[in-house]
Nanobody, 126 residues
């Protein structure tokens, strides 16, 4: 059974940093796209960033996090990361990693991803 397990969430003050991790069980390269999403209470799930597992194509980011967040992967560890810097209260949300094996263009739409983790909570206080 394929699993995505996130970790690294927590509570920080404005301006702080967190690094989220997502371990992917199974064969990492079976996935074409891996991504981070977030969902705040009462809001729709938002695609934060994505990248291709087997390509050098540059990652893509939501405008709201561009320049502050960095998505990366370590294929040898079957892991996906999200480095989050200069956090502010608007970043407070449950963060999810997601993956999909279809050989299609990666996008930040949640419908593109079939496999999801359980989420890790990030809370930023002012």
């Amino acid at each position: 059974q394929v699993q995505l397990v996130e970790s690294g969430g927590g509570s920080v003050q404005t301006g702080g940093s967190l690094r989220l991790s997502c371990v992917v069980s199974g064969y990492y390269y079976r996935y074409q796209c891996v991504a981070w999403f977030r969902q705040a209470p009462g809001k729709e799930r938002e695609g934060v960033a994505y990248l291709y597992t087997g390509s050098s194509v540059s990652p893509a980011y939501a405008d709201s996090v561009k320049g502050r967040f960095t998505i990366s992967q370590d294929r040898s560890k079957n892991s996906l990361y999200l480095q989050m810097d200069s956090l502010n209260p608007e970043d407070t949300a449950m963060y999810y990693c997601a993956a999909d094996s279809r050989v299609e263009r990666c996008v930040r739409s949640s419908s593109r991803y079939a496999t999801w983790g359980q989420g890790t909570q990030v809370t930023v206080s002012s």
